[in-house]
């Protein structure tokens, strides 16, 4: 009889000996959704792939689907914003106002690539991974498998794309039941994402969390923040007429190939990356505060996929800044930063030029307004 704390600590081979066990009592398997996948999936025949689709392609098409099949209006630098995300982390947080469809973008993006997105609600009880993995139930003396656990299981059997959906992922610590996740998602090789429970990697899954900023819900930490991919949805869709647009079949293989082809092809400059090291040589003298080898290489991933989207090299540095760096200027005393804010916006006129970096500009003289 164990526990869900206990149950959480054993590894994938004392969980398969459990399992062995009780196989031998009864002939059934404590894991019952991921036998059934075992058995709905062995005649799978995979469907014929659109491996031809290209990165604005995919951008433009999503947004056109979005609206003319769910009546949802997206802007279109907010698609390409979100698409460059997944070239950089498997985290992307979807934060904001509530009612500016944050959810509703998730969701939209697993109908377009014909897999409905997972969507695990985060609840505030929430403290640990057995809330999203499931746990060893004593009484059944069965494993209570969670949709995720089955569709990670379900993931190592196909190529599609799988988004999971943390809806409202602030309501609990995500340090807390996201831990595992967050040291997974950190190995260098593919072949270290395991979870104990499930003996397979699963490169095709990405998680999408939605996370409002009120007094309902937890700040969202730096080790968190590091890790993701925020991306801001502060005002509502504007709606505009779109053909009818079909949902696409791509295969997570292929949509990684787009974007680490984009990666290639549009590689940051070097005189942009020199201005980076500038800037952030600045940021630490003047306010303490350093950039990190974490964030310059999500950099270098996602402006050229967000480039390869259509956006620009700028647009793409300028969104970094805003929502990777500057952001963590909220945890100093802004009172003693407030006087140096005008000096760090001129520097960045130098650097880059009075017309670029508005959305790094006006996040800095809103933080001054908060004092």
Not at 12 to 29: A, Q, R
């Amino acid at each position: 009889g164990l526990n869900p704390n206990e149950i959480s600590e054993l590894t994938g081979e004392e969980i398969e000996s459990l399992n062995n066990g009780e196989e031998e009592d009864t002939g059934e398997s404590r894991f019952y959704k991921l036998t059934e996948i075992d058995h709905l999936w062995a005649d799978y025949v995979p469907p014929v792939y659109d491996n031809d689709i290209t990165l604005p392609e995919f951008c433009e098409r999503f947004r056109l689907f979005a609206c003319s099949q769910l009546g949802l209006y997206y802007d279109i630098k907010l698609i390409r914003l979100f698409v460059a995300a997944f070239a950089s982390t498997r985290l992307i947080i979807l934060q904001g106002i509530s009612g500016t469809g944050k959810t509703s973008l998730a969701y939209a993006f697993g109908k377009f690539v014909n897999n409905p997105s997972i969507v695990a609600s985060v609840q505030p009880s929430w403290r640990d991974r057995t809330e999203l993995f499931g746990y060893f139930n004593e009484f059944t003396k069965k494993f209570n498998e969670t949709e995720l656990l089955r569709a990670m299981y379900e993931a190592s059997y196909n190529e599609n794309i799988y988004a999971v959906i943390l809806d409202e992922m602030n309501i609990a610590r995500v340090e807390y039941y996201f831990a595992e996740m967050l040291s997974i998602l950190e190995m260098p090789s593919r072949d270290e994402w395991v979870v104990d429970i499930i003996p397979n990697s699963w490169p095709n899954m990405w998680y999408i969390g939605t996370a409002n900023n009120d007094d309902s819900t937890f700040a969202i930490t730096d080790k968190v923040y590091d890790r993701a991919m925020p991306i801001n949805i502060d005002t509502k869709g504007v709606p505009f007429d779109a053909p009818l647009t079909d949902s696409v079949y791509i295969s997570y293989k292929h949509f990684e190939y787009i974007l680490n082809a984009a990666k290639v092809q549009f590689v940051v400059s070097e005189e942009n990356l020199k201005k980076i090291a500038l800037l952030d040589d600045y940021v630490i003298e003047h306010f303490r505060i350093a950039f990190g080898n974490r964030i310059v290489k999500q950099l270098r991933d996602f402006v050229p996929a967000y480039v390869g989207t259509g956006g620009t090299e700028l647009d793409g540095l300028d969104y970094v800044l805003a929502r990777k760096v500057f952001r963590k200027f909220e945890s100093l005393n802004l009172s003693y930063i407030r006087d140096e804010i005008d000096g760090l916006c001129a520097y960045i006129d130098e650097l880059f030029g009075e017309e670029n970096m508005t959305e790094s500009k006006d996040y800095l003289r809103m933080l001054k307004k908060l004092v």
